[in-house]
């Protein structure tokens, strides 16, 4: 078995479910929202590109390197649900018990919605309730402010820059050196994280437009 098997997680204002070719169509018009793939510091596929993109994905399940999700937004408010976007448990790591959340992306529509907190609240959740892990991981660009900002929101500490990290392939980014921002929780740090990110979702529900 698997140190990380196919699972649904479900909560409020988000479902994760296991990522399969039957989300192409969704996740196709999912990214349009915004054309977020024209985002020169990151890797979003284009819808041209979505299915081999969901292909790659499921590989690195097969090899059992990753578990990919399809990010579901429920119904609400007269929107039917749709198709939010992508995130994943990866670069798995089962002997040492340790996971990252990440390659993640929503639909604009969602972004700075409860969505993300409850997604990364449950992924954390189900990483170290069930999982039992010592260590959640998270990476993202230096210039990713945005995306900064949302892993610090949830408690995540910085562990370091990795300094010319990766070539950065977005044609955009003209061959241009990544330095990637490496954060983490730790398994001490989840009872407090878990507390903060229960008050956020409770913040954010009780807003005007939530």
Known sequence: MAFAEPLTLTGQHVRLEPLGQHHH???CEAVADGALWRLWYTAI??????AAEIERRLALQTSASMLPFAVIAPAAGGRPE?????????????????????STWYRRAVQRTPLNTEAKALLLAH???ALDCIAVEFRTHFFNHASRRAIE???AKLDGV?????????PDAHGALRDTCCYSIIASEWP???????????????SPGH
């Open 25 to 27: 169509d969704g996740l």
């Open 162 to 170: 990795l300094r010319s990290h990766q070539i950065n392939r977005h």
């Open 82 to 102: 749709q198709v939010a976007g992508m995130t994943t448990y990866m670069n798995i790591d089962a002997a040492n018990r340790r996971v990252e959340i990440g």
């Open 45 to 50: 596929p284009t819808p041209q590109g979505m």
């Open 192 to 206: 407090s994280v878990r507390s903060h990110l229960a008050h956020q979702l409770s913040r954010m529900s009780e």
């Open 153 to 155: 929101r949830l408690g």
């Open 127 to 129: 990483a170290f309730e």
